[in-house]
């Protein structure tokens, strides 16, 4: 069973945590304004992710500078081998 994790915390944190714990393989789901994107982590560099997008509309690979987007950050969730978490972007 995977351990499971929610919590508020600033998009500083948010950016900081993604570059941090988020691997190649994991799962993410960012909720970027109004937009949500699902996919499989391909690369994550310096803040710069690349997702295999997994959207019923949009598919296939793109990149996402999260350090640059970090205002219109409403969530993620982060979901790996061994634990989901979910953070919840709150004002800084």
Do not use: W
């Not at 987007?69 to 800084?92: G, M, P, Q, W, Y």
Request: charged share 35%.
């Amino acid at each position: 069973m995977k351990k499971e994790e929610s919590r508020s915390v600033t998009c500083d944190e948010i950016c900081e945590y993604l570059e941090k714990e988020v691997k190649p393989g994991d799962i993410i789901r960012l909720s970027l304004g109004r937009c949500y994107i699902p996919g499989i982590v391909i690369t994550n560099n310096e803040g710069v992710i690349q997702l295999d997008v997994q959207g019923d509309i949009i598919k296939g690979p793109t990149c996402i500078d999260v350090v640059k987007s970090k205002d219109f950050i409403v969530e993620i969730e982060h979901e790996c081998v061994d634990k989901k978490c979910t953070l919840e972007a709150k004002d800084d």
